[in-house]
């Protein structure tokens, strides 16, 4: 709704801001680590809500299985591949999706 995009929209200034904010003496008025995570957050926003994950969320044994099965055939192929997993925020894991009907 155009309600919820502007209240997301004042949300990500004013961590924008607190992101950039120093005290009196120049230093930074938050850490490091919570500046990485509002740094986060915009970066997923601005990315539609979803990012790469480069570890693996829980799987049901199917999904283990598939992915063993295209390893091995990437194996036999002679190529490497670095794959990242795509995380969308707030989306219902598959495991749950498929039990309730969705």
């Not at 693996?56 to 999904?63: E, H, L, P, V």
């Amino acid at each position: 709704s155009l309600y919820g995009q502007q209240v997301t929209h004042q949300v990500c200034s004013k961590l924008l801001e607190l992101k950039s904010v120093v005290t009196p003496q120049g230093k930074a008025a938050y850490t490091k680590r919570v500046q990485f995570m509002i740094q986060d957050l915009l970066d997923v926003r601005a990315a539609g809500w979803s990012k790469k994950s480069f570890k693996s969320s829980a799987k049901t044994r199917g999904d283990i299985r598939m992915d063993q099965e295209r390893d091995l055939i990437v194996e036999r192929c002679c190529v490497r591949s670095w794959s990242a997993e795509l995380v969308v925020a707030g989306q219902r894991p598959a495991c749950l999706s498929a039990a309730v009907g969705f």
